[in-house]
């Protein structure tokens, strides 16, 4: 059991290290380092929630778009590609 926690102590010790050395940051415990890892994850998570609801707005409006097309309703169609126009434009 002692040599898992040793083990484990290493494991940390060279996991900071690796941190220092590439972010130039000194982690001086492993509660700061959890804290700014939690941070970038619910960063990273909002990230990816962000992009995926633009995904799912985008098809929506492409099939929006084709139902217009085919009911040749140019009024809801000027709407739908004005609005896809907007999200890829804040998209980028």
């Known amino acids: 059991m002692k040599k898992n926690i040793e ?3 290493t ?3 060279k996991s900071v290290k690796i941190v220092e050395m590439r972010t130039g ?3 001086g415990s492993m509660g700061k380092m959890n804290v700014s890892n ?13 992009e995926a609801i633009r995904k799912y707005k985008e098809q929506y409006l492409y099939r929006e778009i084709d139902i ?12 739908l590609t004005t609005e896809l126009k907007s999200l890829n434009a804040h998209g980028q």
């Open 7 to 9: 083990k484990k102590t």
């Open 11 to 13: 494991c940390e010790a």
């Open 25 to 27: 940051l000194e982690v």
């Open 38 to 50: 939690d941070m970038m994850l619910g960063l990273f998570a909002e990230m990816v929630l962000d």
């Open 68 to 79: 217009a097309l085919a009911k040749g309703d140019e009024v809801s169609f000027l709407a």
